[in-house]
């Protein structure tokens, strides 16, 4: 299992912007995928964002489109969540994962395979 570190949270007002990175401190990605899953306080985690490694495709949950962007940096082992146009409804505690899954219309990845996580949090 890679280790993985993210950084980038904090607090914004809403139609602020935030950028998250996600890098590991062994190795390479190894993963077909990486992404992003969030988890706010009293509701259930729920994944925002996927990529491809190889090719860089982008997979997004669609209360997100158009809003957020993840892109990766194959040289760094780098992953990236750029969120545009935040609402309050973003406020959660953002976890990178390796081994992101489609699952039907969904994606999950194993706990063991998850960050540390960073907060974000969206409020006037």
């Known amino acids: 299992q890679v280790s993985l570190v993210e950084s980038g949270g904090g607090l914004v007002q809403p139609g602020g912007s935030l950028i998250l990175s996600c890098t590991t401190s062994?190795?390479?990605?190894?993963?077909?995928?990486m992404g992003w899953i969030r988890q706010a306080p009293g509701r259930q985690r729920e994944w925002v964002a996927a990529?491809?490694?190889?090719?860089?495709?982008?997979f997004f949950r669609d209360s997100v489109k158009g809003r957020f962007t993840i892109s990766r940096d194959t040289a760094k082992n780098t992953v990236f969540l750029q969120m545009n146009n935040l609402e309050p409804e973003d406020t959660a505690v953002y976890y990178c994962?390796?081994?992101?899954?489609?699952?039907?219309?969904?994606?999950?990845?194993?706990?063991?395979?998850w960050g540390q996580g960073t907060q974000v949090s969206v409020s006037s």
């Open positions: 990529i491809r490694w190889t090719d860089g495709s982008t």
């Open positions: 994962a390796a081994e992101m899954k489609p699952v039907g219309r969904t994606w999950s990845a194993p706990l063991g395979s």
């Open positions: 062994e190795g390479t990605f190894s993963s077909d995928y």
